[in-house]
């Protein structure tokens, strides 16, 4: 069983990883309570979906200026 863990986590180590950082800055940063729960939520599903796009091989660089575009003046 725990072999079968291990497997599961090495095909998916971005967002595995992605998951638990961005949990974990969210315990850190909050206590407990309702809308800080929410927080710990979002933290958890933005590690989540960030890793998931590195697990796609996406170029972090890329996925920034996707997300906040640079100002062209």
Same mark, same amino acid.
Not at 10 to 35: Q, R, T, Y
């Given at each position: =069983? &725990?072999?079968? /863990?291990? %497997?599961?986590?090495?095909?998916? @180590?971005? @967002? /595995? &990883?992605? !998951?638990?950082? $961005?949990?974990?800055?969210?315990?850190?940063?909050? !206590?407990?309570? &309702? &809308?800080?729960?929410? /927080?710990?939520?979002?933290?958890?599903?933005?590690?989540?979906?960030? $890793? !998931?796009?590195?697990?796609?091989? %996406?170029?972090?660089?890329? =996925?920034? %200026?996707?997300?906040?575009? !640079?100002? @062209? %003046?």
């Amino acid at each position: =069983m &725990f072999n079968k /863990f291990i %497997e599961l986590i090495k095909g998916h @180590k971005g @967002k /595995f &990883f992605g !998951s638990i950082i $961005g949990f974990i800055i969210a315990i850190l940063v909050l !206590s407990i309570g &309702f &809308f800080k729960t929410l /927080f710990i939520a979002l933290c958890t599903w933005l590690g989540y979906y960030l $890793g !998931s796009r590195l697990d796609n091989k %996406e170029n972090f660089k890329e =996925m920034i %200026e996707k997300i906040i575009p !640079s100002r @062209k %003046e």
